[in-house]
């Protein structure tokens, strides 16, 4: 367990470049109007990083998109 975190802290840039992808993947379904899947990937997204604007801003311009305008709030 120890070797793990160890590598973990000596690498951050790994968890940073696989959250990047992530936000970037649901960037490119928003843009193919897959709104659902958005979804999916930024709560995948905010189990990681509770914080992370972008995948907040994907997931409410998803429920607007989808007409749920009280989920997007």
């Known amino acids: ?10 690498n951050p840039n790994i968890w940073f470049s696989n959250l990047e992808a992530n936000i970037k993947t ?3 379904l928003f843009k ?3 709104f659902e899947e958005v979804i999916n990937t930024c709560s995948e997204i905010l189990v990681t990083d509770s914080n992370s604007i972008e995948a907040l801003k994907l997931i409410a311009k998803s429920f607007l998109a989808r007409r749920n305008i009280d989920d997007a709030r």
């Open 1 to 10: 367990m120890r070797n793990q975190l160890k590598s973990w802290y000596i």
């Open 26 to 28: 649901a960037q490119l």
């Open 32 to 34: 193919q109007k897959k």
